[in-house]
T-cell receptor, first 112, second 111 residues
Framework: EADIYQTPRYLVIGTGKKITLECSQT?????MYWYQQDPGMELHLIHYSYGVNSTEKGDLSSESTVSRIRTEHFPLTLESARPSHTSQYLCASSELRGETQYFGPGTRLLVL | RKEVEQDPGPFNVPEGATVAFNCTYSNSASQSFFWYRQDCRKEPKLLMS???SGNEDGRFTAQLNRASQYISLLIRDSKLSDSATYLCVVNGGGGYNKLIFGAGTRLAVHP
């Protein structure tokens, strides 16, 4: 089993609220990723990081932001949640030169 | 056109059946290929990598056809526990190990 954790697992929140989705891994992986996945659809990369103090935007435009202050921690923040942000958010990590990505259990977000 | 295309299914098969999924990818520069498995409402997990020479892992066989840009997954002797969505995944190249995910093919194995 991969040692990558996400909290909360489920979140229902009102429009306009600020939220932070947590992601932590204990594998010492340098690379970390955030994906967004709607039901029955493919995963879309929204953010990634090579390591501490490195963050990049992915393929899917997102109003969220990320930070990477510690290797093991890669939180995602939405300053003002909207119903269009309703989705599942999956965090993943991989070794610097590895190709296998290990996923956390995901956060299901519902914005009312 | 999507970068990775899969038949969404569902494939409904009885236990013990052999089932095959195909996937096509558009980027001829892709170098690495994978099948991930995603159970309902769970995270994706690596099932197997796909090598140019083809590879087998128990009841699962993966094949790559670079000329036609497609990847296949064959499951023999299907089990109820094989019911899941199978994601075709392609490395898009570049320095940061970007993976492109297909939307998946759903498999339902029934008794």
């Amino acid at each position: 089993e991969a040692d990558i954790y996400q909290t909360p697992r489920y979140l229902v929140i009102g429009t306009g609220k600020k939220i932070t989705l947590e992601c932590s891994q204990t594998m010492g992986h340098d690379k970390m990723y955030w994906y967004q996945q709607d039901p029955g659809m493919e995963l879309h990369l929204i953010h990634y990081s090579y390591g501490v103090n490195s963050t990049e935007k992915g393929d899917l435009s997102s109003e969220s932001t990320v930070s990477r202050i510690r290797t093991e921690h890669f939180p995602l923040t939405l300053e003002s949640a909207r119903p269009s942000h309703t989705s599942q958010y999956l965090c993943a990590s991989s070794e610097l030169r590895g190709e296998t990505q290990y996923f956390g259990p995901g956060t299901r977000l519902l914005v009312l | 056109r999507k970068e990775v295309e899969q038949d969404p299914g569902p494939f409904n098969v009885p236990e013990g059946a052999t089932v095959a999924f195909n996937c096509t990818y558009s980027n001829s520069a892709s170098q690495s290929f994978f099948w991930y498995r995603q159970d309902c409402r769970k995270e994706p997990k690596l099932l197997m990598s796909v090598y140019s020479s083809g590879n087998e892992d128990g009841r699962f066989t993966a094949q790559l056809n670079r000329a036609s840009q497609y990847i296949s997954l064959l499951i023999r002797d299907s089990k109820l526990s094989d019911s899941a969505t199978y994601l075709c995944v392609v490395n898009g190249g570049g320095g940061y190990n970007k993976l492109i995910f297909g939307a998946g093919t759903r498999l339902a194995v029934h008794p």
